[in-house]
């Protein structure tokens, strides 16, 4: 299991805690400093929703003018390489599959 996320992200920490605490073993990514967003975003964006992998909620979100942001559409792939903290996080791939966010289903299908 991968966890891409950011060492500050308070959300992350959540969810690193609750797995470490239920003996699941996952390697970090640093989605700034150590993935490949640009090759990565393609394959998240086969299983989950542009809608849910871009988090609109974000600083850089609201730092964008209303060109960029209208890549959310037309360019999800480009605007995530260009601007990898607007991944929504954590992005947790599990063999196939990939989980976005900690919300209670996320834990549920991870068994925490």
Same mark, same amino acid.
């Given at each position: 299991?991968?966890?891409?996320?950011? *060492?500050?992200?308070? =959300?992350?920490?959540?969810?690193?805690?609750? %797995? @470490?605490? +239920?003996?699941?073993?996952?390697?970090?990514? &640093?989605?700034?400093?150590?993935?490949?967003?640009?090759?990565?975003?393609?394959?998240?964006?086969?299983?989950?929703?542009?809608? *849910?992998?871009?988090? =609109?909620?974000?600083?850089?979100?609201?730092? %964008? @003018?209303? +060109?960029?942001?209208?890549?959310?559409?037309? &360019?999800?792939?480009?605007?995530?390489?260009?601007?990898?903290?607007?991944?929504?996080?954590?992005?947790?791939?599990?063999?196939?599959?990939?989980?976005?966010?900690?919300?209670?289903?996320?834990?549920?299908?991870?068994?925490?």
């Amino acid at each position: 299991m991968k966890l891409y996320g950011l *060492k500050n992200c308070d =959300t992350c920490k959540k969810a690193m805690k609750a %797995l @470490d605490a +239920a003996g699941q073993s996952y390697t970090f990514v &640093d989605i700034r400093a150590e993935a490949d967003v640009a090759s990565l975003a393609p394959q998240w964006l086969k299983q989950v929703d542009s809608a *849910k992998l871009i988090n =609109t909620r974000s600083t850089t979100w609201r730092q %964008l @003018d209303e +060109a960029e942001r209208a890549k959310a559409e037309t &360019d999800p792939v480009g605007l995530l390489a260009a601007n990898p903290t607007l991944v929504k996080r954590p992005v947790i791939e599990r063999g196939d599959e990939v989980f976005v966010g900690w919300t209670k289903d996320v834990q549920a299908s991870l068994g925490v």
